[in-house]
């Protein structure tokens, strides 16, 4: 098969370093893709904003499949236009695609559908907002409609910050409501699924550290690194998940005759109460997707084709025993200002180390150099027995990488190290 993958971040290496290891592979090419993707595919200079110029490439190359890794092209009709030109792809058409495109979308479907999620309004008036957020008190979330990656949520831990937020995400949302929901209160995970209309096949669970810095303080990012499995998301969880909340999101899109298919990303609280609904990504997460692809045992491309083709009752997916870790290395500054284009040295020695995968996420070649291209940077990926074995190797290899300018969190996975010393 000839595949055409479209992304240039950490979680579209992971998918071309798992695309390129199939036996279905004829051809992998990827647009706009980055160093690291360029090692098992041919880069395209397509732009991936014009459709007309991706069918067009698509035909003349025999793409049997086009893979779609970012949001941001689902969310603008891309899968739509590939389908009504009889092109086959992973990932889904616009209006599903709204599961991630809008959190009001998303929260409206759970009220009707009574899935699990936090208490909400939403409202287009900064008055009705700074209301609710004085009679709820904090802490209490804000929301941005729209894409922002990974940056339209404010968790405001007291009122005055809750209500200095208010004409940020009214800023940030545009024409589009705000929703403002309850704070859960728990441990986070994400889930995994493969969804064709009412098909769903369960993948596996990661969990994500969205913080900046170390001991969960700072800002929300797109993620500083994350680890799979989850050991929080128990057989019991994920059987509340898949009847509660996955089965019923994919039976009310199917139903309204915009069905969904893809990848499904659930983001979970573990409360109390049992979990609940945080929010719906229509892609592999990043960097959950850089956890998950090393621990796949099956062919992803296989698995992605039965996706597109509605053969999902007929697929299984196994994984391996061992546990997944990955450490972004990302810019200083980030996730506010930082500045691009230093050289990062020791990418090679770094993946010499048993178990480890490097997988670039804003990385450029510069002539022979790697340089650094954006705020998240390198995604060090390691496999090991347990979370504490995956853990060293992958602090191991971030210590020959050279490049001053970075900097990464030192406690990724200190949740499930805590369970593990605990035992």
């Not at 397509?46 to 025999?62: G, P, T």
């Not at 889904?92 to 479907?109: D, M, N, V």
């Not at 700074?130 to 405001?156: C, F, N, Q, S, T």
Request: a neutral charge.
């Amino acid at each position: 098969m000839n595949v055409l993958l479209i992304g240039s971040g950490g979680r579209e290496h992971a998918m071309s370093w798992k695309l390129a290891a199939s036996p279905l592979l004829t051809k992998l090419y990827a647009a706009p893709g980055n160093p690291g993707i360029a090692e098992d595919a041919e880069i395209v200079p397509l732009k991936v904003e014009d459709h007309a110029a991706v069918i067009a490439f698509a035909k003349e190359k025999k793409i049997d499949l086009v893979v779609v890794g970012p949001e941001a092209p689902l969310t603008a009709g891309l899968a739509d236009a590939l389908l009504a030109a009889k092109i086959k792809v992973f990932g889904p058409q616009k209006i599903p695609a709204t599961l991630e495109g809008s959190k009001s979308f998303t929260k409206r479907l759970c009220a009707e559908h009574n899935i699990p999620t936090a208490g909400f309004i939403e409202t287009k008036d900064r008055a009705e907002a700074r209301a609710y957020i004085e009679r709820h008190g904090a802490p209490i979330v804000l929301k941005a409609d729209g894409l922002h990656a990974g940056k339209g949520v404010i968790v405001a831990m007291t009122k005055e910050e809750a209500l200095m937020a208010v004409d940020q995400v009214f800023a940030m949302s545009g024409e589009a409501p705000v929703v403002i929901e309850e704070f859960l209160e728990g441990e986070e995970a994400s889930y995994f699924c493969f969804v064709h209309g009412e098909q769903v096949l369960p993948l596996a669970s990661a969990q994500d550290h969205k913080r900046v810095f170390d001991n969960d303080q700072g800002p929300n990012t797109g993620g500083m690194g994350a680890y799979s499995p989850a050991p929080v998301f128990t057989k019991e969880i994920e059987r509340i998940v898949l009847e509660k909340i996955v089965h019923p999101t994919a039976r009310a899109l199917a139903k309204a005759g915009t069905p969904y298919s893809g990848v499904l990303y659930i983001g979970l609280m573990i409360t109390k109460d049992g979990p609940k609904l945080i929010e719906y990504n229509v892609r592999f997460g990043d960097p959950e997707c850089q956890v998950l692809m090393p621990r796949m045992k099956d062919d992803l491309l296989t698995l992605m084709l039965a996706t597109a083709n509605g053969e999902l009752d007929k697929s299984s997916v196994r994984w391996r025993d061992e546990v997944a870790i990955t450490v972004v290395f990302a810019n200083k500054g980030y996730p506010g200002a930082y500045k691009s284009g230093a050289e990062i040295r020791g990418i090679e020695k770094a993946n010499e180390i048993e178990g480890v995968t490097v997988f670039h996420a804003g990385t450029k070649s510069d002539g022979n150099k790697i340089v650094s291209n954006g705020g998240r940077v390198l995604n060090v990926t390691a496999l090991g027995k347990s979370v504490t074995e995956a853990r060293e190797r992958a602090y191991k290899a971030i210590a020959l990488i050279d490049w001053p300018e970075g900097f990464y969190r030192s406690d990724i996975g200190w949740r499930a190290i805590a369970r593990e010393k605990a035992k």
